[in-house]
């Protein structure tokens, strides 16, 4: 929490979908911090120190959203992440969200209503 917000980190390599979620999250009260691939998301995430990420599962390299969760783990991330895909069920024959560690799966186009109503849930809001 920064300025007694909570601070939540978007990383998407599609620009366009980076500016809606900034733009809806902070119309919501949010602080949001982005990046535009996998590395810069986690050189974001140790600067940051987010209390909520939401990452792509498909971005420039293949699965480089759940790398990116995996390499978030390993440096202590202890924050929700809520993953965007635009794969459907296919998820769950590549990785199991639960082994690794994600709190929600939204498929794009995302239900901003319905992530935020998870949003708040798992900020404890």
Known sequence: MKN?????LCVDDDNDILEA????????????AT??????????????????????LMMEEIDS???????????????PVLLLSSLGDSLTISASTRDLGLDAVFQKPVNFDAMLKT???????
């Open 119 to 125: 949003i708040r849930a798992k900020l404890g809001q």
């Open 4 to 8: 007694g917000k909570y601070l939540i």
């Open 65 to 79: 959203g759940t790398g990116l969760v995996k390499e978030l783990k390993l440096a202590g991330n202890r924050a």
């Open 35 to 56: 990046a535009l691939s996998a590395e810069e998301g986690l050189k974001r995430f140790k600067e940051t120190q987010p209390d909520l990420i939401i990452a792509d």
């Open 21 to 32: 979620l900034r733009l809806r999250l902070e119309k919501a009260g949010y602080l949001t």
